[in-house]
C-alpha cells in the first residue's frame, strides 16, 4: 500500500497519470489531492450530464414509438441535437423569482436536489476497479445521501410560497418516506447473503455463472427484484407514482415557481435518479460489471443498467397514474408485508444454508 489515497488505487491509468504528473511539479500532498478530485468530480458530472442529455433524447424516443409515432426526426439524426439545444435554451432564460418566496429555502433547494442525485455515485462501480470509492457501507451511503431528495422537494414546495407547490411538496415527502420502506427491504435480501454492504463485494458475489446472480436466487431473489423496480419506481417520481408533478391536479407540482438553470436542476436531477435507481438494480441483481471477460467490465454495466432504465420508461408510457389514495394504500398494504415476509423467508434460507 502506498501513501496514496484510496481513489488512485482503484481508477484506472488516467487518473494514476495525473495524479503522478502533479506530484512530479513538486506541489504539497495537499494541493495534488485538491487538484485530482477536482478532475475526477468535474468528470463525473460531465459524464452524468451527457447520461440526463441521452436519457431525454431517449425517452423522447421511447414515448413516440410506443405511441406509433417517429419522435425528433429533423434536427440531426434522429433529432439528437434537438435536445443539446433544449439544455442550452434552459442555461440562457431568465431566471424570474416570485417577490412572496422564502428567499433561501427557495434558492437552496435545487441545489440540494442536484448535489444529491451526483453524490451516490462516489461509491457506483462502473467496472471492474472503475470506482471513486468502495466504502463498506456502500449501499446505506447511497440510501442515506438519496432521501435528501425529499427534503429538496420539501423545501422546494415551501419555498416557492404557492399552494400548488406545496401540495406537490408534501405529496412527494409522503410517498418517499412510504416507498423507501420496502425498497430498503429489497435491498436487506441481497445484503443478507453477502454479507457486506460494499457495492463492489456485492458484485463480487454473483462472479461466474448468470444463474449466480440474485435475480436468478428462488424464491426470494425474483420477488426482492420485482419489490424494489416496484418502489424504485415510485422513488424516482416515475409513472404510475408520479403523484408529486400530477398535472392535472397541481399544474407542475414542486417546481410550478421554478425557471431557468433551477428549474433545469431539478430535471437533470430526475434523469440522474433514474439512472442511479437501474444502475443500484443492475449491481444488486444483474451481476454488475460481470459478464463475457472479452467485453469490457463498463460496458456490462452500462447495457444492464440502460435496460433497466428503458424498463422503467416503458412503465410511463404504458400505464395510467395511480390517484394518491391507491398509491399510499399500494405501498403500506401490500408492498411493505410482500418485502418483510421475503425478508424474513431470505433470512430462514441463509440461516440453514439453503442457497447456493
Not at 442536484?114 to 451516490?120: I, Q, R, T
Not at 422546494?156 to 423507501?180: P, T
Not at 456485492?202 to 426482492?224: D, E, H, T
Not at 415510485?234 to 421554478?258: C, H, K, M, S, W
Request: overall charge neutral.
Amino acid at each position: 500500500m502506498t501513501g496514496k489515497p484510496v481513489l488512485f488505487i482503484e481508477l484506472y491509468g488516467l487518473f494514476h497519470w495525473l495524479y503522478e504528473k502533479l506530484q512530479a511539479t513538486g506541489l504539497s500532498q495537499a494541493w495534488v489531492n485538491i487538484i485530482t478530485y477536482t478532475a475526477l468530480g468535474l468528470a463525473i458530472f460531465t459524464l452524468l450530464a451527457l447520461v440526463a442529455l441521452f436519457l431525454v433524447w431517449w425517452e423522447r424516443k421511447i414515448s413516440a414509438h410506443v405511441q406509433q409515432r417517429f419522435g425528433p426526426m429533423r434536427h440531426g439524426w434522429h433529432g439528437w441535437y434537438q435536445t443539446v439545444m433544449d439544455a442550452i435554451k434552459l442555461l440562457q432564460k431568465e431566471d424570474i423569482l416570485v417577490d412572496t418566496r422564502d428567499r433561501l429555502v427557495f434558492f437552496w433547494a435545487p441545489v440540494i436536489c442536484f448535489v444529491a442525485a451526483f453524490s451516490a455515485y462516489v461509491v457506483m462501480p462502473w467496472g471492474k476497479g472503475l470506482i471513486v470509492a468502495d466504502l463498506n457501507i456502500g449501499i446505506l451511503y447511497i440510501m442515506a445521501i438519496t432521501t435528501f431528495t425529499v427534503i429538496s422537494l420539501l423545501m422546494a414546495g415551501w419555498g416557492s410560497n404557492n399552494k400548488y407547490a406545496l401540495l406537490g411538496g408534501m405529496r412527494s415527502a409522503a410517498q418517499m418516506v412510504s416507498y423507501e420502506v420496502p425498497l430498503v427491504a429489497s435491498v436487506l435480501v441481497v445484503v443478507i447473503f453477502v454479507g457486506s454492504l460494499s457495492m463492489v463485494d456485492i458484485v463480487k458475489a454473483q462472479s461466474g455463472l448468470v444463474f449466480n446472480w440474485y435475480i436468478f436466487r428462488i424464491p426470494f431473489g425474483p420477488i426482492a427484484f420485482l419489490t424494489y423496480v416496484t418502489a424504485a419506481t415510485a422513488e424516482a417520481n416515475r409513472t404510475p407514482f408520479d403523484i408529486p408533478e400530477a398535472e392535472q391536479e397541481l399544474v407542475a407540482g414542486y417546481n410550478i415557481e421554478y425557471s431557468g438553470m433551477k428549474f433545469a436542476m431539478f430535471f437533470l436531477a430526475e434523469f440522474i435518479n433514474l439512472f442511479t435507481v437501474s444502475a443500484i438494480a443492475a449491481t444488486l441483481f444483474l451481476g454488475g460489471w460481470n459478464g463475457w471477460a472479452f467485453i469490457p467490465s463498463w460496458l456490462w454495466f452500462l447495457v444492464k443498467t440502460l435496460g433497466m432504465v428503458l424498463l422503467l420508461m416503458l412503465f410511463r408510457w404504458t400505464y395510467p397514474r395511480l390517484r394518491v389514495d391507491q398509491l399510499m394504500e399500494f405501498a403500506w398494504k401490500f408492498l411493505v408485508p410482500v418485502t418483510f415476509a421475503n425478508l424474513i423467508v431470505a433470512g430462514v434460507f441463509r440461516y440453514l444454508g439453503w442457497y447456493w
